[in-house]
């Protein structure tokens, strides 16, 4: 009610009744009786673990490749700035970039910026958990550094539209600071020159290969075989090889951490192939279950959720079986196919594991058929980019047959086979008389007439069983020498001894078609 100060009456105007505020509401509520609202969490503009994994690595002599990616003012700490700045001046100079170097090349100003003085140089140098992948922390540092530029363009921005400046010159400021930006590190970094001598003066990372040349970080293994001929089986027994630090074949296990995606066992089958390739108590492998299968072709949510346990996991090996339950296209079509390796090419090149992926053959072959790498299922893109490719044949329970068929490197014995046994208990090994050095039809028929000259065709079939035909084509290979014998028969000298054997009067046969 309002009264009027000369009358003293009621005028009839109502006073204003007050608005509530949310100081007025019980407390952790808002007037309406709603939670209030909270800004969302600030995301992180910098990542102080990653910045010393890059400074690390390029201690250990990576300095001129990682600066490729990150800049000495993309560091976000002002002493890794300072330590960053003072390696890639002693790398413009061709000297040393280890902790000593590092230290002896500091100011006193910049000493004092270290924490622990050149102990902290040591523990940035010895804290590098792997060099091969320092390349995907420096693009992380780089993508720090540039949304810290975005964030203080658009800070900037807003404080000059506050301060009452014009709108498009405000706008045309902006544009400049985003466009002198890249679209993104892997853009920037998308084609990246380098001369041949500084390509050829990059030190390969020394653990690169973690069962030795059959599996080399950054790489693809394609293991071909029919449906219940061993693919799985030999997959898990060279992960477990490289995970507990065992021999497979005759290459040893490095170490190291292992992912299995089993996009089509059930539990019970992937439970019995671990207990069986020996890891079902390791904690060094861990299992994604998707016996559904995967869309990795096409749900992009599936292919961050992926990328980003690989990420977290830190794996040396990633094992994906089988190929045609991981996506949901043709697999025929070589469009798909090169997409799809695309994304798997992706994930190994930026977090450097080996990359190992069994594929089903076709249609089993004629009996007596030739086993190719083109018997495998789908589009023969698949293998386009692998670096290695074998496939494995079963011939009978327990004995087995490795093909090796591509080796981009050249250090596998590429167009072999090698005999393999197998039982549960040791898995696959190679046969020992499969090592040995196998003794072909000439060298057995050169061996006997060397041990008695002048046989006859008929005697060198009772003795080694071979036929007629290829102890003929022995013959010739070896380049033995025929003479006519008693009662006119044909009988044959070993090249070495065919001018000390036999009647000084009866000539070699010189015609071909009348040595048989």
């Known amino acids: 009610m309002s009264v009027d100060p000369l009358l003293g009456v009621d005028i009839g105007i109502d006073e204003p009744v007050p608005t509530p505020t949310d100081a007025d509401a ?4 808002t007037r309406n009786g709603h939670q209030p609202r909270r800004p969302p969490p600030r995301a992180a503009d910098h990542d102080l673990e990653a910045e010393q994994i890059v400074l690390g690595a390029m201690m250990h002599g990576h300095a001129r490749e990682l600066f490729a990616i990150v800049s000495v003012d993309e560091f976000y700490r002002e002493l890794h700035i300072q330590i960053a700045s003072t390696i890639a001046r002693l790398d413009s100079m061709d000297a040393p970039t280890d902790p000593v170097a590092v230290w002896g090349a500091l100011t006193l100003t910049q000493r004092e910026l270290l924490d622990g003085g ?4 040591h523990t940035l140098y010895s804290g590098v958990p792997s060099v091969a992948l320092a390349p995907y922390h420096a693009r992380t540092v780089a993508e720090h550094a540039r949304r810290r530029q975005i964030r203080d363009a658009a800070l900037h921005a807003s404080q000059a539209l506050s301060d009452g400046r014009e709108t498009d010159q405000v706008l045309g400021e902006l544009r400049n600071v985003l466009s002198a930006l890249p679209e993104s590190i892997q853009a920037q970094q998308s084609l990246q020159r380098i001369s041949a001598r500084e390509l050829c003066a990059i030190e390969p990372p020394d653990d690169e290969q973690l069962l030795g040349p059959l599996l080399v970080r950054g790489q693809r293994l394609v ?8 693919k799985t089986t030999l997959s898990l027994q060279a992960l477990a090889a ?3 630090e065992r021999d497979f074949l005759g290459y040893p296990g490095a170490g190291g951490r292992a992912l299995i995606i089993d996009a089509e066992q059930g539990l019970r089958s992937i439970q019995r192939r671990l207990r069986e390739a020996g890891v079902d108590a390791s904690d060094q492998i861990d299992v994604i279950r998707a016996p559904e299968g995967l869309l990795l072709d096409g749900d992009e949510g599936q292919r961050r959720a992926l990328e980003s346990q690989i990420r977290d996991g830190g794996y040396d090996v990633v094992l994906a079986d089988p190929l045609y339950k991981l996506h949901g296209g043709d697999p025929n079509d070589s469009r798909e196919a090169v997409a799809l390796m695309r994304y798997f090419d992706h994930l190994r090149d930026t977090y450097q594991f080996a990359f190992m992926l069994p594929v089903h053959c076709r249609k089993p072959p004629p009996i007596g058929a030739r086993f190719t790498m083109h018997e495998f299922f789908g589009s023969g893109a698949y293998g386009w980019g692998a670096e290695v490719i074998i496939g494995i044949q079963m011939l009978r329970v327990g004995y087995s047959r490795l093909h090796w068929f591509k080796d981009r490197d050249g250090d596998l014995p590429i167009g072999q086979t090698w005999g393999l046994l197998f039982d549960r208990d040791s898995g696959y090994r190679r046969d020992p ?4 050095k196998r003794q072909t039809s000439a060298e057995r028929v050169v061996e006997i007439l060397q041990g ?3 046989r006859t065709v008929e005697d060198i079939a009772e003795e080694t069983k071979l036929a007629i035909r290829t102890i003929k084509a022995a013959l010739k290979a070896s380049l033995c020498v025929a003479k006519t014998g008693a009662h006119g028969t044909k009988v044959w000298y070993p090249p070495a001894e065919s001018d000390e054997q036999g009647d000084p009067g009866d000539p070699a046969i010189e015609d071909e078609e009348a040595m048989f």
């Open 433 to 436: 008389a499969d090592q040995q």
């Open 242 to 244: 490289v995970v507990h």
């Open 26 to 29: 019980p407390e952790g509520l």
């Open 223 to 230: 293991i071909g075989a029919h449906t219940g001929q061993g």
């Open 118 to 121: 050149a102990a902290y140089l």
């Open 452 to 454: 008695t000259p002048g």
